[in-house]
């Protein structure tokens, strides 16, 4: 079984062939051309790298999710969801 790929896992793919100095503008849309995928805002993934990092500094805690939730006005499962790499380490990974 396979871990599941994510947005970011592609956009990573894109943006790290797109980036390497070897490959030309046709080269990256022979690779990615008609591909989508979303592009994170900064301050969504600053947000997300602020939970991901109060989250490890509180391992254990009761109760971080629910705090986690109030301090950055997101739903628990939004926490989960970013937290699930933490949670949840894969064996793909």
Request: hydrophobic share 35%; glycine share 4%.
């Amino acid at each position: 079984m396979s871990a599941a790929v994510t947005n970011f896992d592609l956009f990573k793919e894109f943006y790290d062939f797109a980036t390497d100095p070897q490959h030309t503008m046709n080269d990256v849309i022979k690779e990615f051309g008609g591909s989508s995928f979303y592009i994170p805002s900064a301050k969504t993934t600053i947000r997300n790298d602020e939970i991901l990092t109060d989250y490890k500094n509180n391992l254990g805690k009761r109760g971080i999710i629910k705090e986690l939730s109030r301090k950055y006005d997101l739903s628990e499962a939004q926490v989960y969801a970013i937290t699930k790499e933490v949670r949840e380490p894969s064996l793909f990974s």
